[in-house]
T-cell receptor, first 112, second 113 residues
Framework: DAKTTQPPSMDCAEGRAANLPCNHS???????VYWYRQIHSQGPQYIIH???NNETNEMASLIITEDRKSSTLILPHATLRDTAVYYC?????????????FGQGTILTVHP | DGGITQSPKYLFRKEGQNVTLSCEQN?????MYWYRQDPGQGLRLIYY???????QKGDIAEGYSVSREKKESFPLTVTSAQKNPTAFYLC????????????FGPGTRLTVL
């Protein structure tokens, strides 16, 4: 799995968009970008994933650069409940093993 | 959390006792996983199962055992051989396909007294 780099922490005002960056310059052609988050003392929550096209679901949008070396997770209207650690993971899909490796992630703090 | 349940949420155990953590899923997923998380640390894989009646050791299987008799269930037993069992335990199941995705349960926090 390709290595990812995320800022250790970010702040965001409630109601504003939160833009969380992730660098993955060694990503391979068959590797997907996944985003998870973990709120304190809870299990990780899947947010979104993509291969090369931008993706949007009810939780967030994922913007992947054309060269696929970086991506941005966008929470369009952050709330206090979005305070969590956000993990960007790059891995090939459909592998038989399937282990997820979480890095240090970005601690997002949403303040009033 | 999706359709994955773990019980109990909190568990206390005396040293030398075995304890079993429950994990059930109604997502019809073939693959299931057990991870361990220590404070401020990432997830470490204990065991995984890709299909009923089959399971494989992960990175830190020593002191743990599992079974997979039903598709929906993947219980984890923490044995007395596990030297440092106090941790947050997470169960996950995985979709199949090219963009497979893992979904996690709420976790069980085990404390050894």
């Amino acid at each position: 799995d390709a290595k990812t780099t995320q800022p250790p922490s970010m702040d965001c005002a409630e109601g504003r968009a939160a833009n969380l960056p992730c660098n993955h310059s060694t990503i391979s052609g068959n590797e997907y970008v996944y985003w998870y988050r973990q709120i304190h003392s809870q299990g990780p929550q899947y947010i979104i994933h993509g291969l090369k096209n931008n993706e949007t679901n009810e939780m967030a949008s994922l913007i992947i650069t054309e060269d696929r070396k970086s991506s941005t997770l966008i929470l369009p209207h952050a709330t206090l409940r979005d305070t969590a650690v956000y993990y960007c993971i790059v891995r090939a899909g459909g592998t038989s093993y399937g282990k997820l490796t979480f890095g240090q992630g970005t601690i997002l703090t949403v303040h009033p | 959390d999706g359709g994955i349940t773990q019980s109990p949420k909190y568990l206390f155990r005396k040293e030398g006792q075995n304890v079993t953590l429950s994990c059930e899923q109604n997502l019809n997923h073939d693959a299931m996983y057990w991870y361990r998380q220590d404070p401020g640390q990432g997830l470490r894989l204990i065991y995984y199962s890709q299909i009923v009646n089959d399971f494989q050791k992960g990175d830190i299987a020593e002191g743990y055992s599992v079974s997979r008799e039903k598709k929906e269930s993947f219980p984890l037993t923490v044995t007395s051989a596990q030297k440092n069992p106090t941790a947050f335990y997470l169960c996950a199941s995985r979709t199949s396909g090219a963009a497979d995705t893992q979904y996690f349960g709420p976790g069980t926090r085990l404390t050894v007294l």
